[in-house]
């Protein structure tokens, strides 16, 4: 196709023709290829590209044209499309029409450096808008676009999209590098040098290469702690457990691997903040996929453990500087009903309104902030509520006495619930170490007692029965040698479970043995079938350790019957950043084969027994059964 019917924007076009003929087809540039080769934004940031005739539909049998971005030496290239149209015919993209993505230089293989013939693809890409990735990065200076149609004929109309060239330099982790590593650093808080700094996955922004191992350690002086903030993190789209994925980071609350497991990140997730119980912290990426990601991009800092400066952090938004949501700071002349609840300080105490259990002031406002450690989440159980309502019909507390707790979503202060009225809440759990409360006494009344809080940090989900694993941040195991009948929970059961939040649930029996659940409550936000493109919560249940393909469970369900195939179970309870619910409750029950004929499930509210047949169970109470295969 001749280049004088392609139509782009950018001001800089050399017309190559490449004749070399060894061609590994599927893997390797095309050398038959035109190419439009960009060198120069011209004094601009960005320059723009497009497909041929864009915005009308591209032509049919484009045999190939390449798209050469050549940035300096100590360049990389971002290209973001704004529109992104190509038909897509067959799901792998590499059939039809498609878009392949060359990223890295032939160093590692038989070619000279720079992308060549011997170049294999980094990924190939067709759909709509949503099938292309937010940006695209080059591994150095060179990135190169090659383009494909097929004999037939569409109305797709192609894609536009910016470049620019940025200097790799900006993303250089702050550490040391160990010798004779690749990735492997260590930070170490020093005297007179910066208590703060920056980490970045190999080659971030652009996709980390496979089949590797990152370690970095952080060491605090004495009476130093450790803050750890994920920025950006994109592994793995989805919302799959992360016992499943080959790319994950492991953050450990020590120098060793050995230490407790403070996070496990695997898909993607913004503005995750992690906050060490001692001087050390260790962080492990580890890449086995053949698919990698963006990588990640992570804050870090030292601080003394009296938390003074964090402490200081938190007072200063609460009294001087206006929260998102809240409207206008308070004054620092009701400060003092403004608190900082630590747990270094203490692990579980008891908050109530001023002047409780008398009436509270009007125009009281008050804030308070709770700051945990290392595996630690704030729970928060509400023994007494009295708030004072102006009309029996409550449609929302906006304008009411209310209490409103926020959570950090994002990285950014977020508001979980409002109360108000007289109805005690459920309990609240953080989805961090980090929760804050507001509350707002704008009328109060004779009546109105105020609100007393029990609060407690804790580190097991207040899930009370298992047996809690150091290995993952939320995981219990349950033997049958050791009980073989009792409870199991949702996080923070019977109150809303929290958000951003995956816990792993192990039932090994004996020789023999299958588990039996009979879930007597299930609410878990979602729709049906439960994936992440509805944004939805989700129960899933397998008979391995490692299964992405069983069948998950979410909504209400009035009951729910489990078996497992063989004597193993594993439950896996996982919660996004959007809505809540308040879990699900199970009676368990290790059965021998030969019992398998007849159920006893117990009772434990009534200490009852219900001895039935699952043929019974299936006729008169029309529950649902599902055996894992």
């Not at 915005?55 to 300096?72: E, G, K, N, S």
């Amino acid at each position: 196709m001749g280049t004088e019917n392609m139509k782009t924007s950018t001001a800089l076009i050399l017309l190559l023709h490449l004749s070399l003929h060894t061609v590994d087809e599927g893997h390797a540039i095309n050398p038959s290829c035109t190419c439009l080769r960009f060198t120069s934004t011209y004094g601009k940031e960005r320059g723009t590209f497009s497909s041929p005739d864009y915005p009308r539909p591209y032509p049919a049998q484009i045999d190939c044209l390449l798209y050469t971005f050549v940035a300096a030496p100590h360049q990389i290239v971002e290209l973001v499309f704004t529109d992104f149209d190509i038909y897509k015919e067959h799901l792998d993209c590499i059939r039809g029409d498609y878009l392949k993505v060359y990223s890295e230089g032939g160093t590692h293989g038989p070619g000279p450096p720079g992308v060549n013939e011997y170049s294999a693809w980094t990924r190939a890409l067709c759909g709509s808008r949503l099938d292309a990735p937010p940006a695209l990065y080059s591994h150095g200076p060179l990135l190169v676009l090659e383009l494909h149609t097929g004999p037939k004929a569409t109305n797709a109309t192609g894609f536009v999209g910016t470049y620019r060239f940025i200097d790799r330099r900006n993303f250089e982790t702050d550490g040391v590098q160990v010798p004779d590593t690749w990735c492997d650093y260590v930070f170490n808080s020093q005297p007179n040098r910066p208590a703060h700094g920056r980490l970045y996955s190999p080659r971030y922004p652009s996709s980390y290469p496979s089949n590797i191992r990152c370690t970095y350690h952080f060491s605090a002086r004495q009476h130093e702690r450790i803050k750890l903030v994920f920025e950006e993190s994109f592994l793995q789209k989805g919302d799959e457990s992360c016992l499943n994925r080959a790319d994950i980071i492991k953050v450990f609350d020590g120098r060793l691997s050995t230490a407790p497991v403070l996070a496990m990140i695997c898909n993607e997730i913004v503005g995750y903040e992690i906050l060490s119980t001692g001087s050390d912290l260790l962080v492990q990426f580890t890449a086995n996929s053949n698919t990698p990601g963006q990588g990640f991009k992570a804050s870090y800092q030292f601080h003394m453990d009296d938390n003074s400066s964090a402490d200081s952090d938190i007072k200063k938004s609460s009294t001087t500087e206006s929260i998102s949501g809240l409207g206008p700071a308070v004054s620092a002349a009701t400060s003092s009903c403004h608190q900082v609840f630590n747990s270094d300080k203490s692990k579980s105490g008891k908050l109530t309104s001023p002047l409780y259990p008398s009436p509270y002031l009007q125009k009281t406002q008050c804030h308070y902030d709770f700051l945990a450690r290392g595996r630690e989440r704030v729970r928060l159980v509400f023994e007494d509520f009295s708030l004072q309502r102006m009309t029996e019909n409550i449609i929302d507390c906006e304008s009411m006495d209310s209490l409103d707790v926020f959570l950090y979503v994002d990285g950014r202060l977020e508001k979980m619930a409002s109360f108000c009225g007289n109805e005690i809440p459920k309990p609240i759990m953080s989805n961090g170490p980090k929760l804050s409360i507001e509350f707002r006494g704008i009328y109060s009344s004779r009546h109105s007692r105020g609100f007393k809080i029990s609060y407690a940090f804790v580190e097991d989900y207040g899930i009370t029965s298992g047996s809690q694993l150091l290995e993952f941040p939320c995981a219990f195991v349950f033997n049958s040698s050791e009980r073989e009948k009792g409870v199991v929970t949702s996080p923070n059961y019977p109150g809303l479970y929290p958000r951003d939040t995956e816990c792993n649930y192990f039932f090994y029996g004996n020789e023999n043995e299958r588990i039996h659940l009979h879930f007597t409550y299930f609410d878990v936000e979602g729709v049906v079938p439960c994936e992440a493109v509805s944004a939805s919560d989700y129960v899933q249940f397998s008979s391995q350790m490692i299964d992405s393909h069983s069948h998950r469970y979410c909504g209400q369900i009035k009951e729910l019957q489990v078996t497992s195939e063989k004597n193993f179970l594993r439950i896996t309870f996982k919660s996004n950043d959007r809505l809540d619910g308040t879990g699900f409750k199970a009676d368990y029950l290790f059965l021998r084969d030969s019992e398998m004929h007849s159920i006893t499930m117990p009772d434990t509210d009534s200490g009852t027994r219900l001895c039935t047949s699952i043929l019974v169970l299936l006729v008169l109470c029309d529950v649902i059964i599902m055996t894992l295969r």
